[in-house]
């Protein structure tokens, strides 16, 4: 008893330090790589990353959610390429952001100075939050719309797709929606002219709460709850249950769905089943490019005739589920 006990509080308290741990180590390593041994910020943020990603996928085994989602679903090899894909993306889009908006910032930079536009006197860690809070504004209202507007939600069902929820799957998105959901959080940073410091801090931040926001880790991190979009809440941002996905919008923190009305943590519930309510939603990357332009792929064909009995269905799927 005395043993069982003593492993339950030690799962508890696992539940609630391993992600802000982990953000904090990973963050940490890629300042001291950057620091202390001359690597580039991107190559520091890159380090940090896939050692941040690593150690989240063993977790996945110690402490998981639903023992059942460490079971592959025909996806690795898919989210790998989504995750190659979206890697390269962020490379390309960059560029073409700059080149379209240097004259904005050439104007800005010559009214006001680049020196009062962004607090470069500031802490580190304060400018890192201040570009975050800004980065996820944008962010926050592409991606609310995404579930509201018929084309893109096309787009962002491919994020959807997945019958389970592990570390690997942060990176399924839509080429074309990547393309999109890049500008609220590469403008500020373009407009602004932070160093290169906040933007390696920004991006191991990204990388590595999306890892750990889609793990199939236990969590329990109670008042971070209303700062970060962790996983407890972005389960639920993942159920079938339309009512239930179409909520806790935020990226990285979840500021933005506590002051417009969107965060949803109901208290003592577990999420259900998650995924897109097509069965034959294909699983294969390929499959998930084209599904977009293809009608009502996301839905069964005859959802719009039987609409109500798929979204019982859901709800009935939901109650089922089991740990």
């Not at 898919?78 to 910032?105: E, G, N, Q």
């Not at 304060?126 to 944008?138: D, H, K, R, T």
């Not at 294969?284 to 069964?300: E, L, N, S």
Request: aromatic share 14%; with cysteine.
């Amino acid at each position: 008893m005395i043993y069982l006990d003593r492993s339950a509080l030690l799962k508890s308290m696992l539940a609630a330090i391993l992600f802000p741990m982990t953000l904090i180590g990973a963050v940490a390593l890629a300042y001291w790589l950057n620091q202390s041994h001359s690597y580039t910020p991107e190559t520091s943020a890159v380090i940090a990353t896939i050692a941040a990603g690593l150690w989240i996928w063993i977790w996945e085994f110690i402490l998981p959610y639903r023992n059942a989602w460490n079971k592959t679903d025909s996806d690795l090899t898919t989210d790998t390429i989504h995750l190659a894909v979206t890697a390269m993306m962020t490379k390309f889009v960059k560029p073409l952001y700059m080149f379209i908006l240097m004259p904005v910032v050439g104007f800005l930079g010559a009214r006001y100075g680049s020196d009062h536009i962004w607090p470069h006197h500031w802490n580190l860690v304060c400018q890192l939050v201040l570009m975050l809070v800004l980065c996820e504004f944008g962010r926050y209202w592409f991606h609310r719309l995404s579930h509201n507007v018929q084309w893109l939600w096309r787009f962002h069902a491919v994020h959807h797709s997945p019958n389970r929820l592990y570390w690997l799957n942060a990176g399924r998105f839509h080429p074309v929606e990547r393309l999109y959901l890049q500008i609220p959080e590469l403008i500020p940073f373009i407009l602004l002219n932070p160093s290169e410091t906040v933007l390696m801090l920004y991006l191991v931040t990204n990388s590595v709460h999306g890892f750990f926001q889609h793990a199939n880790i236990r969590t329990k991190i109670g008042l971070l709850n209303y700062v970060f979009s962790m996983t407890e809440l972005h389960r639920w941002h993942h159920s079938k249950v339309i009512d239930q996905s179409d909520k806790n919008f935020g990226n990285i923190l979840i500021i933005w769905d506590l002051v417009f009305g969107s965060f949803f943590l109901p208290q003592n519930k577990e999420v259900g089943v998650i995924g897109v309510l097509n069965p034959d939603y294909p699983k294969d990357y390929i499959g998930q490019i084209i599904a977009p332009f293809q009608h009502r792929k996301d839905k069964p064909l005859d959802y719009e005739q039987r609409k109500h009995f798929y979204l019982n269905q859901a709800a009935e799927h939901v109650e089922k589920a089991t740990l």
